[in-house]
């Protein structure tokens, strides 16, 4: 084969139109629904060919109709409308001085994987969807955050079923031409390359910028000729299945990603994680910290943690990756070198166990220990995040385990249907999105007619199902189905039926085929002659996935009985696009995983703020979202040990509320009505996800609770060449040499009780500090009421105070105890630094009485 150059020929753009251009390199584009109109409506044809990307777009028009549009003044008038809004909210920033980042303070956000539009095929699921939201918020809110990840040219799959069900994949190449990336350059004007040290051959890579509104992402690809071609396939796929793959992803992207940072110049003051997989970041950034800022490796590890934000997503503790130290051993010698000390003791930071030198590597555990600000992703992942680590607190109850939760949120003008768009532009006003959380905004949601609601949803769902009935006909023709299936697909579905929507992951614990456990009960529901039931399904398994795929088939088979052919659908590929159809044409959004394991769900949000309504377990972000008022749940938060037996009463839980419940709701209205307690339902829906899981509400929270306490105290910790840095790394070594001396006697009461309520009494005990002083050591009652014997339940802690010096080391703390609420209560001492958050929440630096 010859070597061929290639090369790309884009259209003459009239200097009228030269926006366009500029439009298109902007990802900015894909969440205005203005911008998205003005592509659409040059040829809605050509539009959706070019699978919405404005890129290969452009190239299909002809010259012709640009030139025609550079004299449509009604187009201009689109265009110049856009223009100023992209002037406004995207070239125009606040003052840098005016914000708490100050001139200097960035964000280094990194993450394996981003989904912000279908054209850009580097993210899997919902991990990468909230990373791309966490992007467009931050441009919104002008927050100086850089995105780091990595530019898969095969991306993840493609999912197709063959003719049984079975689960295909496909690895289409993508177009880096129809991108709108540009390569990231050195000083020099060459392409930028990184190198990474590793074992055999060095690891190289260039990178890729997009910008998304006023925020850029930087995407490290390894495929340059200066690689051999086993590197140059590292970031091939996203999520490779072999280990060692895996492995130098995840060092290209946090290594990799803090080598990129630094050649650009730029220096982040805060760290966010995003999931385990870039933990490596902290060597590398350690590292710098040591070399740029000429501290030693003590000093430096007290500054990475306190500037370094750590999300982690996953419940099972399965799901967390983990490398065998033979494996990461040769990535480690530069840094044991660096920072002198043994590999073996690097590797000792992602284990569990001191002794266990086989043990592999846990990235979670590694990011956690490195990271003062830890959080899952709802209230009650946060809770099952806080029990699932407890073991590394050993000391500490699950509720002081230091992980908390910010619930995630959606990009609302990403997925908010045309139709509701008009309708919020109505009646909130242009920028509704800006201001959605505000109440008085909220009550303007209540102003919105009841039948235009209605009909808008009307739409919506018909949409959904003329592209249903698009996409079976595609399906069936490339499995060269005969011309009677061909002819019944075309028609499938029915534009009025209740439409019960479910696309997910297809993990078993996702459970897609429960509502097929009882066949005759679902018959009954869905050919109920009155009040018909249908079913729009999809989502992809992983490929390693056998059993996942195996629901994917099972479901395919019911999905074709006589019975069910005309009711229930299975979309191939579920993408970004099919997510939005899917969640603004759907009348109920169906979830039913085993709790706790769904760590937040995404998706029902999307659904909510389009009026669909959630029919959910009881899990992740819907114990926060659900009232009566605001759609239903499947049981009630139930855990089981059985599975079978809880697929049995859940199924059944299932099918109940189905039967008496949502079907009734939804058909209750007079020929040709609006079914009012319904639209009431979406309402309140609405307003909900408005208010409570937009991602604006999201990105506030992580800057106001991490983000801006990160940045400043990396200005402190900063501050004449790092006293207080240095400082804190004699004051650690000080506790980690003595805390082990520290003894606490029993404590004594001044009286026995019983207490009547405000009643007071005091505290003392004799607490040996040992060589520390009491401006070290907080000594702490803990208190609060009692479970069973010895089981305090969400103690208070309140400081003591020393009464008395009795030398030798010795100390008689005191405190009073306020009798303020009746029941049996129970209290103990103990010790903690008395330090800043970090040092406090160290896990051996805590002791109890003994
Ligand atoms: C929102 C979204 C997800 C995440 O949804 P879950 O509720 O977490 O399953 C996955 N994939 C796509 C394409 C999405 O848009």
Known sequence: MKKITSYQVYPQIPESLAFLETLSRNLWWCWTPDAIELFRRIDPHLWSKAKHNPLAFLTYIEQDRLNALAEDRSFLSNLNKVKSEFQERVITCKDPQKTPFGKEGCIAYFSMEFGIHESLPIFAGGLGVLAGDHLKAASVNDIPLIGLGLMYRYGYFRQYLNQDGWQQEDYPQTNLFHLPMEKVKGNDGQDLIISIPAPNHPIRFQTWKLQVGRVSLLLMDTYISENTNEIKEITNRLYAAE?????????VLGIGGMKLLEAMGINPSVVHLNEGHCAFVNLERISQVMQKEHVDLKTAMEIVPRTTVFTTHTPVPAGHDKFSPELLAPYFNVYSELFGLPVEQIIRWGQEKDEQQHEPFCMSL???????????VSELHGKVARHMWTHIWPSRADEEVPIGHVTNGIHVSSVLSPELVMLFERHLGPQWYLASQLKENMARVDDIFEEDLWRAHELSRSRLIRSVREHMSYQYGRRNASRRVMRAVESVLDQDALTIGFSRRYATYKRGNLIFRDLERLNAIVNNKDHPVQFVFAGKAHPKDHEGKEVIRQLIHYAEQERFRHKIVFLEDYDMHTARL???????WLNNPRRPMEACGTSGMKAAVNGVLNLSILDGWWCEGFTDDRGWRIGNGEEYHDPDYQDAVES????????????????????????????????????????????????????????????????????????EAKQLAVQH??????WQHIHIEPPTCSSRGPFKVNDTFNVTTVVHLGQLTPDEVEVQLYYGLLHGADDLCEGHETPMIVAED???????YRCDIICDGSGQYGFTVRAVPQYDEWLRFQPHLLTWVN
């Open 243 to 251: 280990h060692n793959t895996r492995l130098t992803q995840e060092i």
């Open 366 to 376: 590694f990011a956690l220990r490195m990271a003062q600000f830890c959080n899952g």
């Open 582 to 588: 899917m969640v603004q044409g759907c009348d109920i």
């Open 652 to 723: 059944q839980a299932l099918y109940n509320v189905l039967e008496n419940d949502v079907v009734p709701c939804y058909y209750d209205r007079k020929p040709g009505g609006i079914p009012n307690q319904w639209v009431y339902k979406m309402r309140e829906s609405i307003k909900m996800a408005m208010a409570d899981f937009c991602n604006l509400r999201m990105v506030r929270e992580y800057t106001e609770r991490f983000y801006v306490p990160a940045h400043q105290r990396m200005q402190t910790l900063r501050e004449n060449q790092w006293a």
């Open 733 to 738: 070594q000080r506790y980690l040499q003595h």
């Open 806 to 812: 009795r030398g030798d080391g010795a100390y008689i």
